[in-house]
């Protein structure tokens, strides 16, 4: 079943049950209102001829009253304290005798009125009593009595109001149900279209948010999976691509240089330096697949971090000693300023890969006679470090794409001086399974600053250094 029709049956039986409970207690109330209304003018007209018989009881008065009652739609029979008739503004018929007869013997009526009968469905009147004293002090009663016909006429004609009123309200409802189920369930069968269209692999998807709720909220999100999904299509055909060819260019040196070497009349130096190439080229297969080894941990989550308590200071001054020799052979100046030794929670093996990434590539991309920094500072519990280098600068349009994998800003450099575009792409990812944050600024002909953020402890002595 359609969810359109679901929603329309569902509207449909809810709208349903609170018109049908709605009319029938407001039925119920004027109908009831009703009848109340005619006991209660039945009985205060009732009490009017019994307080007009308090003031002047005769036989004018009497017969007036019988006139009086002689052209409405109400009969009056008066009668003495043991119930014999005085006037009757009708003959009396056998029902209005049985009421008389009943109510005849020990009958308390107050002179305020009292209702005899008030059955208007089943029987043929409705009847009040009212009292009245003589001038002999003895008492009588005023019994009015009213045809229910009249009323159930009346209440049969309110009765086919309320079917009409029903059949319209119904017939209104639908409508309205038709359209508000239409207008809900048109934007989920695109949401459901765009979803078929997913899960088949096109990420072409169009939902524009065309409401403020949870259904524009959700139409959004589709769209923004569809983006992200058709972004990551693309990263990844891109990302095979380009491990295609840094795999196949190596290998394309390995495979020729390795037919030039088994020539029998190749002389052995030319052979050895053959073979180094070959060696060299089968150590960049090696760290490249290292590289997407990595990365291919992380991206299943099962890429380890082994946290402990190093003190910074020590720490970093034991990765400066490691690579001042290959800054000093370029002829590049590297500083260390670090003036706390403030601990913090890291895996020192991961995180000397980051640092050794970042000084490398301030190495590469730095000319003879330049300065490259390391500098450590806190601000309050942050840790934070800064490589800056002087080198050549990354463009302004490059920036935001430097971690992405693959991602290589001069798209012609080497492969010798410019690496695999994974370097930045693996030391993010190890900045943020540290819990940090990583960020660059650069510009061009002056240099490049990372800053890593950190979380740090505090100074403890008690600690013993890592490095």
């Not at 009703?34 to 001829?49: A, F, Q, T």
């Not at 800064?386 to 935001?400: H, M, N, S």
């Amino acid at each position: 079943m359609k969810i359109s029709i679901k929603l329309g049956l569902w509207f449909f039986i809810c709208i349903f049950i609170i018109e049908a409970s709605s009319m029938f207690f407001l039925h119920r109330n004027v109908v009831h209102s009703l009848v109340n209304e005619e006991l209660d003018s039945l009985k205060s007209r009732g009490n009017s001829h019994s307080d007009v018989l308090d003031i002047s009881y005769d036989e004018l008065t009497l017969h007036h009253i019988q006139i009086m009652e002689t052209g409405t739609d109400t009969e009056v029979v008066i009668t003495d304290e043991v119930g014999k008739i005085m006037i009757s503004s009708k003959p009396i018929d056998d029902v209005m005798d049985k009421i008389l007869t009943r109510n005849s013997v020990d009958l308390d009526a107050p002179n305020e009125g009292l209702i005899l009968q008030a059955d208007w469905q089943n029987e043929q009147y409705i009847s009040t009593v009212s009292s009245f004293k003589g001038p002999k002090g003895d008492i009588g009663y005023v019994y009015m009595f009213k045809s229910t016909d009249q009323i159930q006429r009346f209440i049969s004609r309110l009765n086919e109001h309320f079917i009409l009123a029903s059949v319209l309200i119904l017939f209104f409802m639908l409508i309205t149900i038709f359209f508000l189920s239409k207008a809900l369930t048109k934007p989920l069968l695109s949401m459901k279209e765009a979803t078929r269209k997913i899960s088949k692999g096109d990420f072409s998807v169009s939902l524009p948010k065309t409401t403020n709720d949870e259904i524009g909220e959700l139409s959004t999100s589709i769209q923004k999976l569809a983006n992200d999904l058709n972004y990551l299509k693309k990263e990844r055909t891109g990302f095979l691509a380009s491990i295609s060819h840094e795999l196949r260019t190596p290998l394309t040196y390995i495979k020729g240089y390795t037919d030039i070497a088994r020539r029998e009349n190749l002389s052995e130096k030319d052979r050895l330096s053959y073979l180094n190439i070959i060696y060299e080229e089968a150590n960049h297969v090696g760290d490249l697949l290292k590289e997407l080894f990595d990365l291919a941990k992380m991206d299943q989550n099962t890429f380890t971090i082994s946290k402990e308590k190093v003190k910074i200071g020590s720490f970093m001054y034991s990765i400066f000693q490691k690579i001042k020799p290959a800054f000093d052979s370029k002829g590049v100046t590297l500083e260390l300023v670090c003036k706390i030794n403030t601990v913090v929670d890291i895996d020192p093996i991961r995180f000397e890969q980051v640092l050794l990434n970042l000084l490398d590539n301030a190495l590469k991309y730095s000319d003879t006679h330049t300065l490259t920094t390391i500098v450590i500072t806190n601000e309050g519990n942050l840790v934070k470090i800064f490589v800056k280098d002087q080198g050549i600068g990354i463009p302004a349009e490059d920036l935001p794409y430097i971690f992405e994998r693959l991602y290589r800003v001069d798209k012609s450099r080497s492969r010798l001086t410019g690496g695999y575009g994974l370097g930045l792409s693996i030391v993010k990812e190890i900045v943020d399974a540290h819990g940090g944050n990583i960020t660059v600024e650069s510009q061009l002909n002056k240099g490049t600053c990372f800053r890593i953020t950190l979380k740090g402890l505090y100074d403890d002595n008690s600690f013993v250094n890592r490095r």
